[in-house]
């Protein structure tokens, strides 16, 4: 049935429990109509999966939502096999308003796309976008984390050239927010606990990369502001202390953004943004319609190969999230055997 490309097993990663995973056979996803299966070439790990990795309980699901990879069976007229695609991680029902402009972030119905740590995943035709020429698989399989995203965050937070940024957590999305920031022309002064990171960060080109624990960042950010504070303030470390350091150090009437949750933070808007006049904005993912702009950026101005430092074969995803887990890594990214 599958003819000589796709096997009917393939091999997948799954979450076992604290920390483990396991490769499993398991059989390839089954075609319907409007989908297309795609052979993995990259999956990225991202700072999501790590709970799941963490988690006591095993974890029934193929995750991985940063794939790229080719069709090698097509039951839609829009994909033949052969191409190269991108799967867009949020699919959502096409046809409320907010789906027909592209921003399936807000659809009531919006689910993950999910499936690239195993060898092959079925997805619908909607969620693929052809992936340009010039770009790598490995750029495609990151593009919605580390280059969709962060544009997406920056042209909200209205970036302007020239303006000063504080980047707060510099693992793989504060990078490419580093990076993305720079494409706008920004001075960007990161903060990192992890001496690995910090370098990266300076090596991508931010003019500073304070660590938190040897310096008092909001004292530092001031003087290398001119005591205003920096115009923009994004958080990408996600915890409850890094969001309000980003809210406080901001400079008044500033934009400060957040890409990275948790479900601990409760905050006095008053003291915070109400009499400082902040705009805070929450950003989780990029308009599909405007993956072509996106990727016109990406091509004048990032160099995702930067962001990549480590790459692992599915068969070692243990040592790849082991690796990633310690933080002493950019981004991650899982290719085929
Ligand atoms: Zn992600
Ligand atoms: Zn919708």
Redesign the pocket.
Known sequence: MWGAIAESIMKAAFFAGNGTLEIRDVPTPELRDGHVLVRIESAALCGSDLRLYRAKQAHPSIEGHENAGVVVESRSARWQPGQRVLVYALS?????E??RAGN?MY????RSVIGGFGEYVAVGESDCLAVPEWMSSETAAIFGDCIGLPHHTLRRLSAQAGQAALIVGLGPVGLSMTMAALGFGLNVIGVEPNAFRRQLALRVGARHALDPGAVDIDDTVRRLTNRRGPDIAIDCAGKPATQIACMRVCRKGGHVGFVAGNTELTLNPNELFLARELWVVGNWYYNISDFSAIAEFARRHLDPALLVTHRFPLSRAQEAFDLFASGDSGKVVLGAD
């Open positions: 959502g029902c096409l046809r409320c907010a789906c399936r659809c009531p119905d919006a």
